[in-house]
């Protein structure tokens, strides 16, 4: 692949979380000690990306807040010979170039828009597509994003899909891809949201992470609003790009998370802190 870059959205409500989702955004919800997105920005920076765009709800404060650096506070902490206590933030604002991309409420809502509002910012590279809820966690420190990107390299493919094997009594619960063979490697044939168990086309569940290049904005512009949800599904201009362009189905090898509901939420929770004491 070209140069890298991330377009991670951050701009839904929340409604699961609510009240709470009310005032804090679900992607810096804390795991552990740090917001959700911080793991997947890091899992960005160790994939090679330098430029990531944060899809932002307009006015928002909380993603600038925290990837920006906020001098007044240096200042105070340093002033108090608290730079220990720093430490854990001041690298936040440098680890990448971050654009906040504003989306407004203008009627279209869905998993694509992102990626549309994200186009001036992309320009010419290959990027990743993500949501800045989702979670991937893995023992051995590894990035599943650089192996998304490594593998697509290896396979000659343009562009990837990360999928993780979920139990077949639970795939009514995602988006179910179906692969086909291309030479030696496995690529996206079809998806079902939330199929039934019995008429499922695989295992393999979508957890909205993407390898892309430009070209698929020329299918992004020419997607119509699902007739069902009136979503703009970004699964729905991926699916039309597959068919003129081998995307390949990956594997990841760390467990996921939907950080977006309470119970993946606390989960991750509590696998990052049984991973952490066991690091200890």
């Known amino acids: 692949m070209s140069a890298l870059k991330a377009v991670i959205s951050t701009a839904g409500f929340g409604t699961r979380f609510f009240p709470v989702g009310k005032s804090v955004n679900k992607a810096m919800l804390p795991i552990l000690n740090r917001p959700v997105v911080d793991y997947l920005v890091t899992e960005c920076v160790q994939a090679g990306v330098t430029e990531i765009g944060l899809v932002v709800m307009a006015g928002d404060t909380q993603l600038r807040g925290y990837f920006t650096e906020d001098r007044t506070l240096k200042d105070y902490f ?32 869905g998993t694509a828009i992102p990626a549309m509002l994200a186009q001036e910012f992309v320009g010419d590279a290959d990027f990743f597509l993500l949501t800045g809820d989702d979670l991937v966690l893995r023992a051995d420190g590894g990035s599943d994003l650089a192996d998304l990107r490594d593998a697509c390299d290896e396979a000659g493919a343009a ?28 690529v996206l044939d079809g998806a079902v949201e939330k199929p039934a168990p019995e008429s499922a ?9 993407f ?9 992004l512009e020419a997607l119509r609003p699902d007739a069902r949800s009136g979503e703009y599904l970004s699964i729905s201009a991926l ?26 939420w606390l989960d991750a929770n509590l696998a990052a802190a049984a991973q952490r004491d066991h690091s200890a």
Not at 160 to 185: D, L, N
Not at 201 to 209: E, F, G, H, T, V
Not at 252 to 260: F, K, L, P, R
């Open 239 to 264: 699916l039309d790009y597959a068919q003129d362009h081998p995307v390949l189905v990956h594997r990841i090898t760390g467990v996921y998370y939907d950080c977006g509901s309470i119970g993946g």
């Open 211 to 219: 390898l892309l290049t430009p070209a698929i904005f020329k299918y």
């Open 201 to 209: 086309p695989s295992n393999l569940a979508s957890i909205s992470r």
């Open 159 to 186: 562009g990837g899909i990360a999928v993780t094997e979920v139990p077949p009594e639970h795939v009514s619960r995602y988006g179910i891809v179906s692969t086909r063979r291309h030479g030696p490697a496995e």
């Open 78 to 109: 340093f002033s108090r010979g608290w730079e220990e206590k720093y430490r854990p933030v001041a690298h936040l604002h440098t680890q990448a170039e971050f654009t906040f991309i504003e989306q407004s409420l203008d009627g279209r809502y």
